[in-house]
């Protein structure tokens, strides 16, 4: 399943621990909404891509954003693998490839 959440980059990326909390807590929201139904099953691999100018900044954007889906019953046990997309115009952007025990 593919799926993409806008993120705040600034957020993400913030020295403010609260900050990036919050925000992390509204990027899994939005996978979970976007998952639906499927939020039900395990995600056994999750390949994720942040879109930023700066190749590292997509990484960690990816990273940080992408932290806490593991705390969540469909992402528990998943390999999740971070990316960058170099992108300037979509920054914060963060894309999911998610494959699903059958």
Known sequence: MELSVQSDAAALLSADPAIVAAEQARVVA??????????????????AFGHHRQDTLGERLAEIGTARLSGTSAFRDAAIRTYHYIDGANQGAIDLLIYFHQ
């Not at 996978?31 to 390949?47: D, W, Y």
């Open 30 to 47: 939005r996978v979970l909404e976007q998952l639906g139904p499927r939020a039900r099953q395990r995600a056994a691999v999750v390949l």
